[in-house]
């Protein structure tokens, strides 16, 4: 499978404690998202890379969330001090633009619960 | 104003039905358009791109219409399997390039 993969699937944790999550994007493309998604909601964005660059984080970032893409591959999604707002489905996102065409392809989430 | 507003539905249409969702966008400067397609508990999937005016795959067409800021969506002949949430997307074109996404309308195909 040569898809967007995250890892894990889902995360319990209980409040306060801090969780780490991981995509794999598709090889050759060089844009990774990270994107939150609450039940009945759209897709909302977090945050976004080129290459290894975090190019920009969205005003829904706290300073709790933190993201890495240290060799430009794949990236790291942690969030400290979880809180029960935080329960939702964390989708990482590839795409490799070309021009405007910015097809975006999405791995299967992870869904975190906060108790 | 959200960036992108659908009607939520849900939409319930027969087997082999023709149905249409509409979504509106505020930014004029929207840059690039899509559908996704996402089926419960799931993640996002790519429907149709819309570069230009409009797009046509199959029994899926998408339509663009920029001086009224709306994007369009119509299924022909409607399978079960098409029971799913359809998402509009915009790409404001911003420095981010990042998508913004409608709340999705949900649609059930009954036999």
């Known amino acids: 499978d040569t898809g967007v993969s995250q890892n894990p699937r889902h995360k319990i944790t209980k409040r306060g404690q801090n969780v780490t999550f991981r995509c794999d994007p598709i090889s050759e493309h060089n844009r990774l998202y990270w994107y939150r998604q609450t039940l009945g909601q759209g897709p909302e964005f977090l945050t976004y890379?080129?290459?290894?660059?975090?190019?920009?984080k969205s005003r829904l970032l706290s300073d709790r969330f933190s993201a890495e893409r240290p060799k430009g591959s794949f990236s790291t999604l942690e969030i400290q001090r979880t809180e029960q707002g935080d329960s939702a489905m964390y989708l990482c996102?590839?795409?490799?633009?070309?021009?405007?065409?910015?097809?975006?392809?999405f791995g299967p989430g992870t869904r975190l619960t906060v108790l | 104003r959200k960036e992108v507003e659908q009607d939520p539905g849900p939409f319930n249409v027969p087997e082999g039905a023709t149905v249409a969702f509409n979504c509106t966008y505020s930014n004029s400067a929207s840059q690039s358009f899509f559908w996704y397609r996402q089926d419960c508990r799931k993640e996002p999937k790519l429907l149709m791109s819309v570069y230009s005016s409009g797009n046509e795959d199959g029994r899926f067409t998408a339509q663009l219409n920029r001086a009224s800021q709306y994007i369009s969506l119509l299924i022909r002949d409607s399978k079960l399997s098409d029971s799913a949430t359809y998402l509009c997307?915009?790409?404001?074109?911003?420095?981010?390039?990042?998508?913004?996404f409608g709340t999705g309308t949900r649609l059930t195909v009954i036999p």
């Open positions: 890379f080129q290459n290894e660059a975090q190019l920009e």
């Open positions: 996102a590839s795409s490799f633009e070309l021009r405007f065409r910015n097809e975006q392809f």
């Open positions: 997307v915009v790409n404001i074109g911003t420095g981010a390039n990042n998508l913004f």
